[in-house]
């Protein structure tokens, strides 16, 4: 009813003048504005979930494409790549050789230079990738080796830029971690191999692992042993200090004492070098007697005295010292050198009291600093091969003329 009072007054508004013009305007603003902003119809609650789960993911622009390869050809069956411009793999394979942990993961190991490179392959290293910043450098080496690994061709620019040496020389050889059981060392060496080993014992600065290991090379030792504690063999600078001594001898590496006596042959005696001389101030000369009698040890401590750390002390055995150039090669022997900031450790002097060893002593100026650990190791291992020599060339002479009556 209240309506139908109110139709009367609606129907003046719209007949008076300019009524109807004021409606259809009215209406125009409406249109504009729904055309502004148009409604959005939301559906039910319980359904939005999966109306937004059936509406497509907005796609992901595409990866651009890989760069071209070139390939050209090196030779007979030999093939190589041309890098491209923005090529990540010399770097990336930079990165992983150069971290212990990731040449343990990957099994990779890093080799540059002409010579590691070419002894690695002689070898039987296998390699993996080479890159090369000229044609030059693969004539240089085996090319039947060559065909097992991926060949690369670089700017000299990007290799100087991940190089470690102060003059590259533009090649670098990413192999598989070499196995010294299945490598092929030269004839040369295996034939002036002798009963001679070396035992590495916390040797952590890689100059003097890889002059060591040089060492042992060239002295003609039978094989070399790295306790646990020592730095990786395959570290760019050991690899650089040892010039090849890699790829001429095994190198076993990363052992616990425990598992030392089974990588020795049966009968061997075992030596420790001490470049610390004990005998006072009585100068370079023949070894006093008190130097000849068993080196005094760390007594053991009872069980009521602990450390620290609540660990009984550490017993050291006693060793009967002499001097290196002594006789001291009439068995196969093994010679352990200590580093130079931890010396030599109870392990090692425990094995070699277990085989009978001495310990050798270099004697030195009174007053002079203790040898760097290549140098004794050096001087030690040379004076064997003397040793060892020289027993050999008697034996010889004594079979050819033997002693009569």
């Known amino acids: 009813m209240a ?9 003046r508004a719209l007949l008076s003048p300019g009524g109807l013009r004021a409606a259809a305007a009215a209406g125009r603003r409406g249109v504009r504005a729904l055309r502004r902003s148009p409604v959005r119809v939301l559906p039910p609650r319980n359904e939005r979930g999966a109306a937004e789960e059936q509406q497509p993911s907005p796609r992901k622009p595409p990866p651009p494409p890989p760069p071209a390869v070139e390939r050209s050809s090196a030779g007979p069956g030999l093939w190589y790549e041309k890098a491209a411009p923005g090529d990540r793999r010399l770097g990336k394979a930079v990165t992983i050789t150069k971290s212990k942990k990731f040449r343990d993961h990957h099994g990779k190991v890093l080799l540059e230079g002409h010579r590691l490179i070419k002894d690695a392959l002689e070898a039987g290293a296998v390699p993996r ?6 044609m030059g450098h693969l ?28 003059t590259p020389q533009g090649l670098i050889g990413i192999f598989s971690k070499p196995d010294p059981t299945k490598m092929s060392y030269p004839a ?35 094989k070399v042993l790295l306790t646990e504690g020592c730095v990786d063999p395959w570290e760019p600078k050991v690899l650089r200090a040892g010039m090849g001594a890699h790829f001429r001898l095994p190198i076993i590496a990363n052992l616990d004492w425990e598992s030392v006596p ?15 001389d004990s005998r006072g101030a009585d100068g370079a000369g023949s070894a006093p007697a008190s130097l000849k009698a068993p080196v005094k040890s760390k007594p053991k401590a009872p069980p009521e005295h602990e450390d620290e750390e609540g660990e009984e002390a550490v017993c050291i ?10 006789s001291w090669t009439q068995t ?27 310990r050798l002593v270099i004697p030195v100026v ?40």
Do not use: M
């Not at 061709?153 to 991940?162: L, P, R, Y």
């Not at 055995?317 to 002594?326: G, I, K, N, S, W």
């Not at 003397?386 to 003329?401: I, N």
């Open 3 to 11: 309506a139908l009072r109110r139709l009367p007054g609606l129907c």
């Open 129 to 134: 990738t080479l890159f090369f910043s000229t």
């Open 139 to 166: 004539k240089e080496l085996p090319e039947a080796k060559l065909k097992q690994a991926s060949l690369v061709k670089v700017k000299f620019e990007d290799i100087k830029s991940w190089s470690d040496l102060v």
């Open 188 to 222: 040369a060496q295996l034939t002036s191999s002798l009963p001679l080993l070396l035992i590495c014992d916390n040797i952590r600065d890689p100059g003097n692992l890889g002059t060591i290991l040089r060492s042992a090379a060239g002295a003609g030792c039978e």
């Open 262 to 276: 089974s990588n020795l042959p049966a009968g061997i005696q075992v030596c420790v070098a001490d470049n610390k």
């Open 317 to 326: 055995p006693e060793l009967p010292a002499q001097y290196y150039y002594e």
């Open 332 to 358: 196969p022997v093994a010679v352990v050198i200590g580093g130079e900031t931890h010396g030599l450790s109870p392990d090692a002097l425990r094995l070699a009291a277990s085989t009978g060893g001495k």
């Open 366 to 405: 009174p007053g002079v600093d203790s040898l760097n650990s290549a140098i004794a190791a050096a001087i030690v291992l040379f004076e064997g091969k003397r040793q060892l020599l020289q027993r050999h060339k008697q034996e010889e002479e004594r079979r050819k003329f033997p002693v009569v009556g």
